[in-house]
């Protein structure tokens, strides 16, 4: 049976006599749904009014569901409600302002004249921007929606409402104001020329649901052409995670990631970061496999990033599809397609076996067929352990970027993000625990500080912002930034003389 992955809620009037939430329960339960909540909403002598909240497949398993409540003698259904339209009405992010605006010396502090004095400081220093602006802790999350999640290209306005998710992870899990963009434009050049034009007022820019090849494109020109930090979480993201949870399965079996034998199935966007940034980690043996099979310099019709990647790794020269790259592997990575990993190639590999099947929602193998075989497992799902999840890294590691007014995002800080990530694991590694939940507040600090830090070592961070000094106060903070409007109102002054 498919797994209950959808909510809704049934308002009901039941006639006032005994047994019946029991029966309709009973009703709820034979449709194969389940009941999460039930909520006493109204009653009347001869009538009670309730809201039942029931976990079901879909659509058509709610409508069911609905139907087989409608039909319990006794029992009338008055409304049924999506609970994820409802959370999505009217959007799910807004913008609140910081002070009050409630007199005219409010007026005058925060708008004109008031803020001529702040214009002209950061006229004089637009490093002063990133004291005294959302500039700071501002990120642009910008898609074309050629690539959303499991729906493929849908466009930029219908990418919308995961756009806004994003923003709600980034200002929940990170403590940054997030704005989605949506750039309707399908040339890479122009995508390019569109994003420049606007990023002067954010701290950061983060790159989503982009399709490759275009993808690589696109960052690779923004990272030339803009002094912020241009991260495309779902290749990057991905490969952070990936890597966290290589460190502590390695240290679980007592192995060194030089050691490792990996093969990464599925060369797109985050297949082709996971191998980059496993190599920049030390892990020399990374053969690559796509639908076409092993990438080797000497295969045709591969795109430039393939022949790259091809370049890049397989060291030992390994020819064929997947049958070959995985005999004696150490590590399955999968960000490809469904049942895409027979069991019969997972007893192939070595002895200390790993298999992370990233693909969603349905893994390259599920967990309850290579579990037993394996000493890892991990998927992306949420309903097994080891889940591989995003939302452990571009948080905390846009928060550490901001922090440090970084200017780029290298692989040394990715490493970082990922070692921050693993260490939050401590000494409860386990097989089944070697990647910390999605929901433990204390991995975006720790990765924020990790990455902030690496920044700075870099001397990636902006001359004279408060992220370039590592311990800097806030009332120095304050001071600088009264300083820089001092000097910009003496600038004024003489001038004027």
């Not at 976990?55 to 409540?69: G, K, L, Q, T």
């Not at 004109?112 to 999350?141: F, H, L, Q, W």
């Not at 890892?376 to 799902?381: F, K, P, Q, S």
């Not at 990715?414 to 999605?438: C, H, M, Q, R, T």
Request: include cysteine; glycine fraction near 8%; hydrophobic fraction near 45%.
């Amino acid at each position: 049976m498919s797994a209950l992955t959808e909510r809704v809620t049934l308002r009901v009037a039941l006639e006032n006599a005994p047994g019946m939430l029991g029966r309709v329960s009973t009703a709820i339960d034979d449709c194969g749904a389940e009941i999460i909540a039930t909520e006493r909403v109204e009653g009347q002598r001869h009538v009670i009014f309730r809201d039942l909240t029931v976990d079901v497949r879909d659509e058509h398993h709610a409508e069911a569901v609905a139907a087989a409540v409608h039909a319990v003698p006794g029992a009338e259904l008055l409304a049924m409600t999506d609970d994820v339209i409802e959370a999505h009405i009217g959007g799910k992010i807004e913008v609140h302002n910081k002070l009050e605006v409630n007199d005219a010396r409010d007026l005058a502090l925060v708008y004109t004249p008031g803020v001529a004095k702040i214009c002209r400081a950061i006229a004089e220093d637009p490093v002063a921007a990133y004291r005294m602006t959302i500039k700071s802790n501002s990120v642009a999350v910008i898609t074309d929606g050629s690539a959303v999640l499991g729906l493929g290209d849908i466009g930029p306005l219908a990418s919308l409402p995961v756009m806004e998710g994003k923003a709600m992870l980034l200002k929940s899990f990170g403590g940054v104001d997030a704005y989605p963009i949506l750039i309707e434009e399908r040339d890479p050049d122009t995508f390019v020329d569109t994003v420049a034009r606007i990023a002067l007022g954010f701290g950061g820019v983060n790159l989503e649901d982009i399709a490759a090849p275009r993808c690589f494109e696109i960052e690779g020109k923004l990272r030339q052409r803009l002094d912020i930090p241009v991260f495309h979480d779902d290749q990057h993201g991905t490969a952070v995670v990936v890597l966290a949870a290589l460190v502590n399965a390695a240290r679980l079996l007592g192995r060194e990631l030089p050691t490792l034998r990996v093969v990464v199935q599925g060369i797109g966007a985050a297949g082709v970061a996971i191998v980059n940034l496993l190599h920049a980690a030390g892990v020399k043996d990374i053969v690559p496999v796509d639908i076409d099979g092993i990438l080797e310099p000497k295969r045709g019709g591969m795109d430039p990033i393939r022949r790259r990647v091809a370049k890049q790794s397989n060291p030992r020269g390994v020819t064929g599809g997947a049958a070959e790259a995985l005999a004696g592997a150490d590590v399955f990575v999968g960000v490809s397609g469904p049942d895409t990993l027979p069991i019969e190639l997972v007893h192939t590999m070595s002895e200390d076996r790993m298999v992370f099947a990233l693909a969603n929602p349905t893994p390259e193998i599920m967990p309850e067929v290579a579990g037993p075989h394996v000493r890892v497992m991990a998927t992306g799902r949420s309903d097994f352990p080891n889940q591989i999840n995003n939302v452990l890294c571009f948080p905390g590691l846009f928060r550490g970027l901001l922090d440090a007014a970084a200017t780029k995002v290298t692989d040394e800080m990715k490493i970082a993000a990922a070692e921050a990530i693993a260490a939050v694991v401590g000494d409860a590694l386990a097989a089944d625990y070697i990647i910390p939940s999605p929901f433990d507040r204390s991995v975006g600090p720790a990765v924020a500080e990790a990455v902030a830090m690496m920044a700075r070592e870099q001397g990636h961070v902006r001359p004279g912002s408060r992220g370039s000094l590592e311990r800097e106060t806030e009332a120095q903070a304050h001071e600088a930034a009264r300083r820089a409007v001092q000097r910009a109102v003496a600038r004024r002054f003489d001038a004027e003389s």
